[in-house]
């Protein structure tokens, strides 16, 4: 069914014109080869599960003929010989081919079983009882339906799983949503699974599910000059500072992408983020007055009004300014001074930040950040009566040299900039980009190569049950070897060493009886 489903993909795509007739035929032949081998390998499970379990017989009849050969040997001596050389020949090269199938399949199979015992070795016992099987046929599900593996996706679910994403998510569409993200973003699926959960645990408070996070992350590296790789990056310097500031991580990624409109990228955007956030705040005596300067503080009336009616202050005006000149002349009274010095407006000032009374414009009267719409639109409205020269000193002055750069781009993009970034990202999602990118002949390919995986381990998990019987019944021969003392180990040594000289010379030599008709 799966491969038909692809044909008929590659015949509408040659219908369409969109790949060439060379190309279609190439297919037409893929196809063919995939279905023959699959065939092959079926026929070869039968034939060794048969065998398996009609050695008994074999032996026995291995006898009766070799009584019955040696009989007609008597007959027909070069006759004989001549059929035993194309039988063995025969036998050597349908083992062969046989062998190299099966062996193919048996390791992928090995290896897929190795890939899903790294994951349960990260989950809870009980997680592991319950859930064994489900996740098991997930992964091979979405090897059979992606261009992935069924071992890359037990990989996928492994670092989900270390990530802390909740098994019952990952089964509803974690593990999906983490493929999308591999595909969109042309990342290996297990850095497409450390980004989503990384992007989970940083903004945890965003409750976001996995395929959530892959939409955005899709949505920011298609809106924008960026990739989800450099995302990446730019996510591992911010994120732990925006999410602690409370910026949500759809308003991280759409500055991010903004950036990267604007030249920065990478780490390099993550870092500038990440300092500007900081300094929203003014933590300097040089910063708190350019806020002051520029308009950047807020005061809550009501508190300072109610405060300033109960000790019998009144204020000139509602502004910072006279707040603070007010509150430090009422300090210095009670003081005893005469004059207002500098250290009481000082202490007016740390008492006004201490109370809540006045804070930074870009947060609202509970302590809540803005979002990034709001606070670009307050540096575009603040700033821009300034000149070039004044806007560049002002902004250096509020973030540093480093965030100056984030501070210039939010306020050259303003609101509308956020805004419209913000609303691109959103008609985006990680499930179409990927299907747009599979939509191809050489996607088509890709899906049906993990298919055939999936069939193959499917196929050498059908072996491995009695290629572990096998394994333990010569582990077996071996403790018993090793148990037995150094003078029996010597003497078989002996004995085995004269054997292969034996098997060595007679091997030759029975070569050579059977080329003795031609000979003569």
Do not use: C
């Amino acid at each position: 069914n799966r491969l038909q489903s692809v044909q008929d993909q590659v015949n509408e795509q040659f219908a369409r014109g969109e790949i060439g007739e060379g190309q279609y035929r190439a297919f037409q032949r893929e196809v063919a080869k995939t279905e023959q081998e699959l065939r092959n390998l079926e026929g070869r499970l039968s034939d060794v599960s048969k065998e398996l379990g009609n050695q008994s017989g074999f032996v026995k009849q291995l006898g009766k003929d070799y009584q019955e050969s040696f009989d007609k040997a008597k007959e027909s001596l070069g006759n004989t010989f001549e059929q035993a050389k194309k039988l063995g020949a025969g036998l050597t090269a349908v083992g062969a081919a046989a062998a190299a199938g099966l062996g193919i399949a048996v390791g992928k199979a090995a290896d897929f079983e190795q890939g899903m015992a790294n994951v349960y070795s990260v989950m809870a016992p009980d997680e592991v009882r319950e859930f064994k099987d489900e996740l098991k046929d997930l992964a091979v599900t979405m090897g059979a339906q992606t261009k992935y593996s069924a071992t890359e996706a037990a990989q996928g679910i492994e670092e989900l799983v270390k990530a802390g994403v909740d098994v019952k998510d990952i089964l509803n569409g974690g593990l999906s949503g983490a493929l999308s993200l591999a595909t969109a973003g042309e990342l290996d699926l297990a850095d497409a699974a450390e980004i989503a959960s990384t992007v989970l645990n940083a903004f945890r408070d965003d409750a976001l599910s996995v395929q959530q996070a892959a939409d955005i992350l899709a949505g920011a590296a298609n809106a924008s000059a960026t990739s989800v790789q450099e995302l990446k990056f730019g996510l591992s310097q911010s994120a732990s500072v925006a999410s602690s500031v409370g910026l949500s991580f759809k308003d991280t990624a759409t500055a991010l992408a903004v950036f990267a409109q604007n030249g920065l990228k990478g780490s390099d955007a993550g870092t500038s983020l990440k300092t500007m956030l900081m300094r929203l705040q003014p933590s300097t005596d040089a910063a708190y007055n350019e806020f002051k300067r520029l308009g950047l503080l807020t005061v809550d009336t009501q508190k300072v009004m109610e405060y300033f009616a109960k000790v019998g202050i009144k204020p000139a005006s509602e502004s910072v300014d006279d707040i603070t000149a007010a509150l430090a002349g009422y300090i210095a009274k009670m003081d005893g001074a005469k004059t207002v010095s500098g250290k009481y407006f000082k202490q007016a000032q740390d008492m006004i930040e201490a109370n809540g009374w006045v804070y930074s414009s870009f947060y609202d009267a509970n302590g809540q950040l803005k979002d990034m719409a709001d606070i670009a639109d307050l540096l575009h409205t603040h700033l821009a009566s300034l000149s070039d020269m004044q806007r560049q000193a002002a902004l250096n002055t509020i973030f540093g040299s480093d965030a100056i750069r984030a501070g210039n781009i939010l306020y050259k993009e303003g609101a509308e900039g956020i805004n419209s970034m913000a609303e691109a990202m959103s008609k985006i999602s990680a499930n179409d980009v990927a299907a747009q990118k599979l939509d191809t002949f050489k996607g088509t390919i890709e899906q049906l190569n993990g298919s055939l995986e999936t069939a193959q381990i499917s196929i050498g998990s059908a072996l491995i049950p009695a290629l572990r019987a096998l394994t333990g019944l010569v582990q077996g021969v071996v403790d018993v070897f090793n148990s037995l003392p150094a003078g029996v180990q010597s003497a078989i040594a002996i004995f085995g060493a004269f054997v292969a000289v034996l098997g060595l010379t007679a091997g030759p030599l029975l070569m050579l009886i059977g080329f003795l008709p031609q000979i003569a």
